[in-house]
Antibody
Framework: QVQLVQSGAEVKKPGSSVKVSCKASGGTFSTYVINWVRQAPGQGLEWMGGIIPKFNTPKYAQMFQGRVTITAEDSTSTVEMELSSLRPDDTAVYYC???????????????WGQGTLVTVSS | EIVLTQSPATLSVSPGESATLSCRASQSIRSDLAWYQQKPGQAPRLLINGASTRATNIPARFSGSGAGTEFTLTISSLQSEDFAVYFCQHYSSWPPMYTFGPGTKLESK
């Protein structure tokens, strides 16, 4: 069974960047869309983007275009998400998540990382 | 861009009763809809995929229905562990993207 393990909590200054990693173990990784979803405190879920590690072609949500970069390293089963020009309202828990099947953007997410809290504060 | 609306925002139901949660899409999304349960401090848990297919190990008291623009998640015989926030999600292969609804908080009456 695949598990997704994320890097630890981060505290960042406004204007800086943060990079969060998501490492898969125990199953197929490279042909699934690995996604990033964030959740501000007490708020809903926002999809930020996703990538298929085998093809390394990311797709981004329009609201994050230009600020988010998602990369994959197939050899280490790791996906990273970098968010730049951080603002206080980027404070959130960031999750990586994998869908049920390798069918392209055609399923919900049945495997989630544990979440990474990113706090943006001066 | 497709917008998902969930109603009600908060639903108060007594244990043992049934709960009906609604998700509406701004345009037809066929059956490309999933439902999630989220408890405080936890990642979301997939309940339903394809509008009506229960995910692995999800109890039969959870059922999903609908297609097009109107979707329903029904939880029968509510257990204490079912009180949580529920989100719907649309997945689209073109353009490739995912969209979440704002959520419904299910609380114990």
């Amino acid at each position: 069974q695949v598990q997704l393990v994320q890097s630890g909590a981060e505290v960042k200054k406004p204007g800086s960047s943060v990079k969060v990693s998501c490492k898969a173990s125990g199953g197929t990784f490279s042909t699934y869309v690995i996604n990033w979803v964030r959740q501000a405190p007490g708020q809903g879920l926002e999809w930020m983007g996703g990538i298929i590690p085998k093809f390394n072609t990311p797709k981004y949500a329009q609201m994050f275009q230009g600020r988010v970069t998602i990369t994959a390293e197939d050899s280490t089963s790791t996906v990273e998400m970098e968010l730049s020009s951080l603002r206080p309202d980027d404070t959130a828990v960031y999750y990586c998540a994998r869908p049920i099947s390798a069918s392209y953007f055609n399923d919900g997410f049945d495997i989630w990382g544990q979440g990474t809290l990113v706090t943006v504060s001066s | 861009e497709i917008v998902l609306t969930q109603s009600p925002a908060t639903l108060s139901v007594s244990p043992g009763e049934s709960a009906t949660l609604s998700c509406r899409a701004s345009q037809s999304i066929r059956s490309d809809l999933a439902w999630y349960q989220q408890k405080p401090g936890q990642a979301p848990r997939l309940l339903i995929n394809g509008a009506s297919t229960r995910a692995t190990n999800i109890p039969a008291r959870f059922s999903g229905s609908g297609a097009g623009t109107e979707f329903t998640l029904t939880i029968s015989s509510l257990q204490s562990e079912d009180f949580a926030v529920y989100f719907c999600q649309h997945y689209s292969s073109w353009p490739p993207m995912y969209t979440f609804g704002p959520g419904t908080k299910l609380e114990s009456k």
